[in-house]
């Protein structure tokens, strides 16, 4: 009986699919038409040129003192209502939202029927008339002409539902951030963050800088990489798993002293709510410093970018309430993890951490398994009961293996991680900058390699030439999009304009609505 229901199921899908196709080439077919109707009179429905004389948010600004006066304004039709011998319509340009209202008496009967015959709903047109207040007390401009400027095909998504699939809305973004007023603030709130960030860093003489984002070797975190094959050279290369981090140290040992890069990089792993594999993060590199002074500047950066872009520092954040106005506190690694599961882990065995992570019921996967992975699915248990903001210090050696050893503990190093609301979003450190001391540490990464660890990091032997040539005391930070995803609430593909997805499935019909040559 249940086989029967989904089977039912399936069969009334695929015949709504089917009719909603048929309406759609009904509909696709008829602006085909249009398209054809204006070729005929010599019109194109996708000329070059127009006219516009200001924004539509320039035009309500301005209203009182244009009043009476013919311009220029361009959008797309958004909403269209006739009413005899007239036509309201309503225009966006991207900046508002501006109603147009065309009359039989003011253009003709034949100009008007054709308007009414042509133009439809998420049509481009440049309008020209002139502006008066409605009795209902509308701003509106009344035409003495039209131009189409781009005639569409497909119907726009009904008004009031826009697009309900969730991977529809992600996969036709313009869509939703077309009918979707906070998705369109919060791209708006997206850039202003990354305006911001390099803002901040500029006014402290930090220089941006470009680095490769192909690499014969991938360095600067612990990730999987992505794989291609570079034709011209006939190598295997890497896409960067960091914003040049190895790079931007080199320049360092060149003698600048402030650098910074924001960029993509490229990470071959699983998707989650918090991961992407192919998403915008910035580092900056600051020479004569250390990860203390680093502390104070990049709690600084962080209230100047948030406030900034949210104007706020206040934030509830997957349950947590977190102030970033507040005292940031510092965590210690060690002591942290034995608070919160009873496990020194400086003394633990390997066989101990795993029991006490079955214990606590987290899942960990044993390939490439080591201490290192044992010691970090540990603290991931216990990072997400903080709630931040606040400073994750002091970490094991075998954790980083590009920070600088601690001086009054050579067991820990020189690293911290912001913690907010259970995750850790940003990390900086001491940058190690003896050369012996990283050909060592790189070497035990290749042999976590070699053991099946894919994210440990390859030894870049190139990198420690250029430390013996000498590379002054270093702090470096890197933070991402991730820390923008988690102050807007949401997961962090959905922050991204445009995410990767799974190729589309074919449509019912076997097509996908290939536009036919009538137009001709």
Request: aromatic share 12%.
């Amino acid at each position: 009986m249940g086989y029967t229901i989904v089977l039912l199921l399936l069969l009334k899908d695929f015949i709504l699919d089917c009719i909603n196709m048929a309406n759609l080439d009904e509909i696709r077919q008829g602006n085909i038409q249009k398209i054809a109707k204006l070729n005929a009179k010599g019109i194109s429905a996708y000329p070059a040129e127009s006219r516009r004389d200001m924004s539509l948010a320039d035009a309500i600004e301005k209203f009182d003192s244009l009043a009476g006066k013919e311009i220029y304004v361009v959008g797309r039709v958004m909403s269209l209502r006739a009413q005899g011998a007239l036509v309201f319509f309503h225009l966006y340009d991207g900046t508002g939202k501006f109603q147009g209202l065309i009359r039989r008496d003011d253009i003709g009967d034949e100009a008007f029927s054709f308007f009414t015959d042509i133009v439809g709903i998420g049509d481009f047109l440049e309008i020209h008339g002139t502006l008066f207040l409605t009795k209902r007390g509308e701003k509106t401009v009344q035409l003495t002409g039209w131009k189409m400027l781009s005639k569409n095909i497909r119907p726009l998504p009904e008004k009031w539902h826009g697009i309900q699939d969730e991977e529809d809305k992600l996969r036709k973004r313009y869509l939703d951030i077309l009918f979707n007023e906070d998705v369109r603030d919060m791209f708006k709130k997206r850039a202003i963050f990354w305006s911001a960030m390099r803002q901040f860093l500029r006014d402290r003489d930090f220089m941006e800088v470009e680095t490769p984002a192909l690499e014969n070797m991938a360095g600067g975190a612990d990730a999987k990489p992505f794989i291609t094959h570079h034709n011209a050279l006939d190598i295997d290369v890497f896409l960067r798993i960091s914003v040049g981090e190895l790079w931007q140290k080199r320049l360092m040992v060149a003698g600048f002293t402030k650098t910074f890069e924001i960029g993509r990089i490229f990470r071959n792993e699983g998707i989650d709510p918090e991961h992407g594999q192919d998403y915008t993060a910035m580092e900056f590199y600051m020479a004569y410093a250390d990860y203390n002074q680093g502390m104070k500047l990049v709690e600084e950066m962080y209230k100047f970018v948030i406030e900034k872009t949210f104007d706020t520092l206040q934030f509830a954040i997957r349950g947590f309430d977190v102030d970033f106005s507040k005292e940031w506190i510092h965590y210690d690694y060690v002591s942290t993890i034995k608070e919160k599961t009873g496990i020194d882990v400086m003394t633990a065995s390997l066989e101990d951490i795993e029991n006490k992570l079955i214990s606590l019921k987290v899942d960990f996967d044993k390939n490439g398994w080591n201490m290192t992975r044992a010691m970090d699915n540990l603290w991931k248990y216990c990072r997400k009961q903080i709630s931040g903001p606040g400073f994750l210090v002091n970490v094991p050696v075998s954790m980083e293996p590009l920070a600088k050893r601690k001086a009054d503990d050579t067991r820990f190093v020189e690293r911290f991680q912001i913690l907010i609301a259970g995750s850790e979003i940003g990390k900086g450190f001491s940058e190690l900058n003896d050369p012996i001391d990283q050909a060592g540490r790189f070497a035990e990464q290749a042999k976590l390699r070699e053991a099946g660890d894919e994210e440990a990091q390859m030894n870049d032997t190139d990198f420690v030439e250029a430390l013996e040539y000498g590379m002054p005391p270093t702090f470096g930070f890197g933070t991402s999009e991730r820390l923008f995803s988690f102050l807007c609430g949401k997961p962090l593909r959905e922050c991204q304009i445009f995410p990767l997805l799974r190729p589309k499935k074919p449509s019912a019909s076997g097509e996908d609505n290939k536009i036919q040559e009538k137009t001709e």
